[in-house]
Every structure is written in C-alpha cells, then in structure tokens.
C-alpha cells in the first residue's frame, strides 16, 4: 500500500537572517544553507516535548464532501483513545528517530461535528480555533474512510512564528490530519502508525523523498516516502521507515559537525550509519543553487529493518523557496531499497561516487566512500 499524502507545508515568506546563529568554518552547498536557515526557526517545536491536541472530526453518513462521499462505515473514535494510540506508538518512534531530543506528547482535544459539506480543513480549521493556548499543533483523525483515490491525510508545519520561545497553534495552523482506516476494528490494539509518524513529520517542516512523476512516493527509505515500507515486507510492523540525515539535519538532531562537505576535488570520507548517534553521518556535495547530493550510510536494523541490507543511499535534493521539492533516491529503482555496495559507483549531478569498503554492523558500521568531480554519461 503505498501512501497517497497531500503536503500542506507553506513556503515560509522569507527566511532572512536565521542562519547567523551557526558558526562553521565550512560552507555547506547553498541550498542547503538555505534550508537550515529557515528550519533554524523551528527548532521550539523539534526539541523537547511538542504537545499536540488530538481532535476526532465526525463526518455525516450523508456527507457529500469529496473525500468522503458514498463511505458508508463510521467508527467510533475518542480523543482520548486515539491520544493513547499516538503515545504508545509514534511517541517512541520519534524519541528513537531524534535520540531523545524531541518528544511530540499526544493530548486528549475534543470533536468537530462536520457539516454535510466540510471537507477535513474545516474540522482542522474548528479544532485549532478551540485548541488549547498552551498546544503547539493538532493532530486531527476522521471517524471516516476516504474514497479509495483520495490521500490518506496531509501535515502541515504552518506559518512561521515570530515569538522567540513558543507559538500556540492559533497562531501558526501548525496541524496534521489523517482519515479512519488505520483505526479499523481489523487491526486490533496494533494499529499502523506509520502515517500518523509520516504526518507528523510535515509539522516538523519535513517534505517528502522519492516524489514519482505521477505524484506517488515509492521510496522504502524514509518515513516521509512510501512509509507502509516496511509492513510491505513485514505484515507485523506497524512504523515507519526511519528517516534521512537531512531531515534530521533540518530537525537539529544530527549537528553540522557530522556532516562532509566533499571538496571540489577529490575527497574520500568514512560514513558511520545515518541513524547512529555519533560521527560523520552525512556527505554533502553542491550541484548547482537548487541541488545538491546526500550520500549516507543505512544500516538493515531498527526501523529499517526492511532493508535486505547496510549499503550506501545517495539523494539528489532539489530546493525552491528555502523549501525542499523532492529528495530523489539514486540507487537503483523503486522501492529504492538496494542500496550501493562496496566497490559500486554511481555517477550523478556531475559527481562520480564509488564506496571503497564497508564492515561492522548496526551502529558499529563504517563504510568509506570517494567523491570525485565527473562528467554526466
Ligand atoms: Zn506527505
């Protein structure tokens, strides 16, 4: 099943001056500076607990709103049950992805009796008019199916905030949504959480990776793709992928320290495992004002455990408006998940990338890599 999500991230309306907070003797790839400039700005809400109030959007059996139209089941949902949900499952999920740094902590909200005609963004639009002062995002479930074309939800990191400390989501829409079919009676007390994970990431400003060009996300690799990844392999598992280095660049969980910025000659560097919490995580290398390459290590454990095994992943990321536009996986073909194995090369964006060698296991892993400037096949 692959995940069909509507990102509702906003272009931030400039994204002056934020950067000057870094100090670092390398430049990193333009773009890339871009987007840490503006993420700069979030990191109130991607440390610490991030409290969210969970909102049940009651949809009448006659709606005729598109996404819901001719659905006939109903489920009796409670905030306070799917708040319960949320913590058990997504709450340790994050905490794993961000080695403790961030904590989102799901809240009982309340319920949204929809009209006849309200799409999800009026239930969305009610919750957060009555959300608490003290919440920083919603995070609202349909007692609803959707249509079988329709996505399965949409997240939104909202509008910037210009208060230093925190912003309630009155103030920035900060929000995510998604519809009943991960709470059907079918799956018991072991719900997927991988879309609520994968929605929560929009609100942490996340966009997605492997965009196909009739706006699928097949990638196996990061939670903001294809993030059923796993279960596709494992009927048993219920979260997501783990995620890429830049998202957790971005969420200020990997430091700029880890990461390599490839000189513009040769240059050959040894990647410890992109969800380890130590070392050189992250290879950068500039293309041109609107992309540049990732190279990371993912090891075949944890929440990649799907993954037939440890190799070398390389993304072409592409950025407009200080917002990412696709991360597209390299290696391979969709689902993306055989990755570079040593004495592999790829060639892309005018580099040519040959893994060296490569050993150990989980967080012990070390994989060495050559980057060298090349001309395009
Ligand atoms: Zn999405």
Do not use: K
């Not at 992943?313 to 696709?326: I, P």
Request: proline content about 6%; overall charge negative.
């Amino acid at each position: 099943m692959s995940v069909a999500c509507t990102s509702g991230a906003t272009v931030p309306a400039g994204s002056s001056g934020a950067s000057t907070t870094v100090v670092s003797a390398a430049e990193l790839p333009a773009p890339l500076e871009e987007l840490l400039a503006v993420a700069a700005d979030r990191q109130w809400f991607t440390h610490g607990d991030d409290t969210f109030d969970v909102w049940i959007c009651h949809v009448p059996l006659d709606s005729t709103a598109s996404m819901y139209a001719g659905t006939p089941l109903r489920l009796a949902l409670t905030p306070a049950d799917v708040a319960e949900v949320l913590n058990r499952q997504v709450t340790p999920y994050y905490d794993t992805l961000s080695h403790g740094l961030y904590h989102p902590v799901f809240n009982a909200g309340g319920e949204v009796q929809m009209a006849v005609a309200d799409e999800p963004q009026a239930c969305l639009d009610e919750a957060i008019a009555e959300a608490g002062a003290g919440t920083n995002a919603v995070f609202a479930v349909a007692d609803a199916d959707h249509g079988s074309s329709d996505p399965g939800g949409f997240g939104s990191v909202g509008e910037p905030c210009a208060v230093v400390v925190v912003c309630a989501v009155g103030a920035t829409n900060r929000s995510a949504y998604i519809g009943a079919a991960d709470f059907h009676a079918e799956w018991g007390d072991q719900q997927p959480m991988d879309l609520a994970e994968h929605e929560v990431g929009h609100t942490l400003g996340w966009m997605h990776s492997g965009v196909e060009d009739r706006g699928g996300y097949l990638s196996a690799l990061d939670v903001m793709s294809n993030s059923a990844a796993p279960r596709d392999v494992d009927a048993t598992r219920r979260d997501g992928p783990d995620t890429l280095a830049l998202n957790r660049l971005l969420a200020g969980w990997l430091p700029r320290s880890a990461v390599w910025n490839a000189p513009t000659a040769r240059g050959t560097v040894t990647l410890a495992p992109s969800m380890s919490a130590a070392g050189t995580r992250v290879a950068v290398v500039a293309i041109d004002d609107n992309h540049f390459l990732t190279i990371e290590l993912l090891t075949a454990d944890g929440f990649n455990d799907h993954l037939p095994a440890d190799g070398i992943a390389v993304h072409r990321v592409e950025v407009s408006g200080g917002v990412v536009q696709n991360s597209a996986p390299l290696v391979g073909e969709a689902p993306y998940a055989d990755l570079l194995q040593v004495g592999a090369s790829l060639t892309a964006g005018g580099w040519r990338i040959t893994v060296d060698a490569g050993g150990g296991d989980g967080p012990d892993a070390a994989w060495t890599v050559t980057i060298l400037p090349s001309v395009e096949p």
